[in-house]
């Protein structure tokens, strides 16, 4: 599997970025796709995860309500809508598809891992 992170950049705060996660080599709609950041000196952590067909999501408390994950099965593709960013999002953000069959949240989980974009939120 490789995937493709795309969408991420400068944005002050409470403005919105939409990252983009382009997948190939197995069929999409059987991994749960995850979304993480890693902040500089913080260890990586997952913001939202959906299962395969959709049917289950995921989110960290620090994002609720501010991004939506969502994946779109034809298009081998994920997403992350990210509104009302805050500084404290600032991070490099990846996609990662797991093969297991519930959601789960520690990175060594996930099998696949795309290179990252960075999300930069100024005050």
């Known amino acids: 599997v490789q995937l493709v992170e795309s969408g991420g950049g400068l944005v002050q705060a409470g403005g919105s970025l939409r990252l983009s996660c382009a997948a190939s080599?197995?069929?999409?709609?059987?991994?749960?796709m995850g979304w993480f950041r890693q902040a500089p000196g913080k260890e990586r952590e997952l913001v939202a995860a959906?299962?395969?067909?959709?049917?289950?999501?995921y989110y960290a408390v620090s994002v609720k309500g501010r991004f939506t994950i969502s994946r779109d099965n034809a298009k081998n593709t994920a997403y992350l809508q990210m509104n009302s960013l805050k500084p404290e999002d600032t991070a490099v953000y990846y996609c990662?598809?797991?093969?297991?069959?519930?959601?789960?949240?520690?990175?060594?989980?996930?099998?696949?891992w795309g290179q990252g974009t960075e999300v930069t939120v100024s005050s």
């Open positions: 080599g197995r069929t999409f709609s059987t991994y749960i």
């Open positions: 959906m299962s395969g067909s959709g049917g289950s999501t």
């Open positions: 990662a598809a797991d093969f297991g069959v519930h959601i789960r949240t520690p990175p060594r989980s996930y099998d696949y």
